[in-house]
């Protein structure tokens, strides 16, 4: 089992950039396909990025396409999402989580293992 830890967020004005990490421990960390959602106040929680254990894969959202860029480093087991181009609707509780082994997804249901998310809040 792999346990993830998040950090990052903060309060941000409108055009403004952040970089959320997420540090992992436990299962070997390369083999494991990763991803962010985000859950907005009222609203359900929706994918935003996903990679591949080794990196080579990635995809996001359309919302998100152009401003966030996933990545992640094996050798330090974390994985971050640099946002830039923040827009209030960005605002939203953003969760690291781990893929079952061998999915690569971007359904939620698919992910085993979650952070406890970081308060990402954009300001106009």
């Known amino acids: 089992q792999v346990q993830l830890v998040e950090s990052g967020g903060g309060l941000v004005q409108a055009g403004g950039s952040l970089r959320l990490s997420c540090a992992a421990s436990g299962r070997t960390f390369s083999s494991v396909n990763m991803g962010w959602f985000r859950q907005a106040p009222g609203k359900e929680r929706v994918f935003v990025a996903r990679?591949?254990?080794?990196?080579?894969?990635?995809y996001h959202a359309d919302s998100v396409k152009g401003r966030f860029t996933i990545s992640r480093d094996n050798a330090k087991n974390t994985v971050y999402l640099q946002m830039n181009s923040l827009k209030p609707e960005d605002t939203a509780v953003y969760y690291c989580a781990a893929a079952r082994p061998f999915v690569y997804s971007t359904i939620s249901r698919d992910y085993d293992t979650w952070g406890q998310g970081t308060q990402v809040t954009v300001s106009s």
């Open positions: 990679i591949s254990g080794s990196g080579g894969s990635t």
